[in-house]
């Protein structure tokens, strides 16, 4: 079984977590040394922001009217840069009388013909980033054998967003703070280098030679203690311990990315060459005087280049790169530094998982007892300057956007911006970036890894959340696929197999909107391989934990290779193709038109009150070899694949 993604021995069945008793992973044999280390830790002064020499065209606030210069240039790079793999994946997908690879070779030249293809990350803590993580791996050409039949490697390369939000923000950050490494090198390196949860918070990195726990935990002090002794009086918040705590886990460098910003990803090579994706993390804002955070509260979005936000109430974007500085009614004054240094990737990344601050909200319990009583004293220190309702806010003053738009932005005459969880609005899954109409995005593979049930399975709250904001005011126009209520996608089933949402473009809630709105492909996570519904703050995994939680990702994004519909690959190739084909009035091919018919969301509802109960999709009898498979049948059942087995899961369950 050399050449295969994952290796799994058969041990027992995986009828239930008390049956999980040994799990025996391996990833592919061709090990990397480790992970190269980013290029580019611009940071002027470590974790402490500090003044820069300006640019020659000042920094300034823009209106939210259309997308950023950068973008702009940078798609024209990107765009081009999909097309051959889009031609690979759909050449090897292979739709039954349709030439699929012909057809985007065909409408090359004209990018906007091409599908423009997105991906989000929900949030869900660590559970979201591993199963997140085996979509990605899945989707992504450079894991083994994901280019043979009936595999989606490629996808990852065809798209143009990739965004995260709280725990799929720490996956979406953490590829990119490595230099874009994939998620096989990842588990392939050394133990240790990155992405080792064996060790939680709590007890600091395992695998760091030389660091100690006491020296992690000075190390942390002494960069959040550097940031509030810097000049300008920025204020600290509970997420810089967080965020500083969260990259020794995320960033392989031996300081935890001190010197790393999040800005410096548009100075790389590998992004600005347009061989990735465009990174973008989700937080919400909340308004001063506020504790709870509504539904039409502002979103914000981080990018390489800016942060800001497309909503109505804000409506504009400032240079992340210069996040600090103190600007005033959109503009830096000449009397005022450049500051650079504030948007570290630890802090973004904590920015958008301030729920996560729990963590070290419990340093006084027994959960905290190995934490030194320095830290306690510290963060402490923090909580008796606040309330108990702000111990999870990201503190980003000054705030850029201070004197902008004084007549519809809440936080207009604020010196401070305060931003928090990107889910606290219960929009887990980072849509909203994906169906602004400036991005012309065609289709959305949401992954969701939410909470939502006893069990911790979603049941549709973020989609419901998500159709609900933009019928109203704060949607700003913004067209969104109807989405039926919770209780209908339990009934249903639909928080447990894959759905597609949108599939007649005409058939939108805004439907006078400047653009249809993209395709919806939901893909919630479920039981597949293993019990996946772990708690959202369970804070430590081993290794073969770590492992089974991917490889359940994995089968999720491939419907078990196969296993559970042979067709799998063809149905997500016309995904990809919908609103390309409506666009240059091409028939839908009737495989496709099959596909529709079995996952389009048909409008019927259910809301008889009921319980989830989780069952395992891919039963005992089903847990066979499901891997990359160098050939298959079509409509002929299940795709030989890997040998699944269950993990070891003792400890976590």
């Known amino acids: 079984m050399d050449a295969t993604l994952c290796e799994f021995s058969l041990v027992n069945s995986i009828d239930s977590k008390a049956d999980a008793t040994a799990l025996n992973i391996n990833h592919a044999p061709t090990l990397n040394p480790g992970l190269s280390q980013r290029a580019i830790p611009n940071a002027p002064n470590g974790y402490a922001p500090a003044s820069v020499p300006c640019p020659a065209t000042r920094p300034s606030v823009r209106n939210a009217d259309e997308l950023s210069e950068q973008e702009s240039q940078w798609l024209s790079t990107r765009r081009n840069s999909t097309i051959d793999p889009m031609i690979d994946l759909l050449n090897r997908i292979n739709i039954p009388d349709f030439d699929g690879a012909n057809y985007i070779s065909s409408n090359q030249h004209n990018t906007s013909a091409l599908p423009n293809i997105g991906i989000a990350i929900s949030g869900g803590g660590y559970r979201a980033l591993l199963n997140g993580a085996g979509v990605i791996e899945a989707f992504d050409d450079r894991t083994d054998n994901t280019t043979a039949p009936g595999q989606l490697g490629g996808l990852l390369q065809s798209a143009t967003y990739l965004a995260g939000l709280s725990g799929g923000s720490w996956l979406v950050a953490s590829l990119f703070a490595n230099n874009y490494t994939s998620v096989q090198d990842i588990l392939n390196a050394p133990d240790g280098d990155t992405w080792d949860f064996s060790n939680s918070i709590y007890q600091g990195p395992g695998g760091i030679p030389g660091l100690s726990e006491l020296e992690y935990y000075h190390d942390v002090q002494d960069a959040v203690s550097a940031k509030d002794d810097a000049p300008y009086d920025f204020n600290i918040s509970v997420t810089d311990y967080w965020g500083r705590a969260l990259s020794y886990q995320l960033v392989n460098d031996t300081d935890g990315g001190i010197s790393y910003t999040y800005s410096s990803i548009a100075q790389q090579d590998f992004f600005t060459n347009g061989s990735t994706p465009l990174p973008i993390l989700v937080s919400d804002e ?365 400890g976590v369950l």
């Open 286 to 650: 909340r308004d001063p005087g506020t504790i709870l955070i509504p539904s039409n509260t502002t979103v914000f979005e981080f990018n390489p280049w800016e942060f800001g936000s497309w909503d109505p109430t804000l409506y504009a974007f400032a240079p992340l790169q210069y996040a600090g500085s103190n600007f005033t009614n959109g503009q830096l004054p000449t009397d005022e530094p450049c500051i650079a240094g504030f948007d570290n990737v630890g802090y973004v990344m904590g920015t958008s998982s301030t729920l996560f601050n729990e963590f070290f909200l419990e340093f006084n319990t027994t959960a905290g007892s190995s934490v030194p009583q320095f830290i306690k004293d510290a963060v402490n220190a923090i909580l008796n300057k606040t309330t108990t309702t702000n111990n999870d806010i990201a503190d980003w003053t000054p705030n850029p956007f201070r004197g902008v738009h004084s007549d519809t932005n809440p936080n207009h005459d604020s010196t401070s911006l305060t931003l928090v969880d990107g889910g606290e609005d219960l929009q887990n899954i980072p849509l909203h970036p994906l169906i602004q109409p400036n991005r012309h995005v065609d289709v959305v593979f949401a992954i969701d890894s939410s909470a939502d049930t006893n069990s911790s399975y979603p049941n549709g709250t973020a989609m419901v959340a998500t159709y609900q904001r933009f019928g109203g005011r704060i949607g700003n126009g913004t067209a969104f696929p109807y989405i039926p209520d919770v209780q209908t996608f339990v009934n249903l089933g639909l928080n447990s197999r894959p759905t597609f949402f949108g599939c007649d473009a005409a058939n939108y809630s805004r439907p006078d909107a400047p653009w249809p709105g993209p395709l919806i492909v939901y893909l919630p996570n479920a039981h597949y391989v293993v019990d996946s519904g772990i708690g959202t703050f369970q804070d430590s995994y081993n290794t073969s934990q770590r492992n089974a939680l991917i490889a359940n990702g994995y089968a999720l994004a491939t419907q078990g290779n196969g296993t559970l519909d042979a067709n799998w690959d063809v149905c997500i190739g016309c995904a990809m193709l919908q609103r390309s084909l409506v666009r240059t009035g091409t028939p839908v091919p009737s495989a496709c038109a099959d596909c529709f018919g079995r996952y389009c969301w048909d409008g019927s509802l259910n809301t008889t009150a009921s319980n989830y109960s989780a069952t395992p999709r891919l039963g005992p009898s089903d847990a066979v070899d499901i891997s990359a498979a160098s050939s298959r049948q079509r409509g002929m059942g299940s795709l030989l694949a890997l040998v699944v087995a269950v993990a070891v899961w003792v």
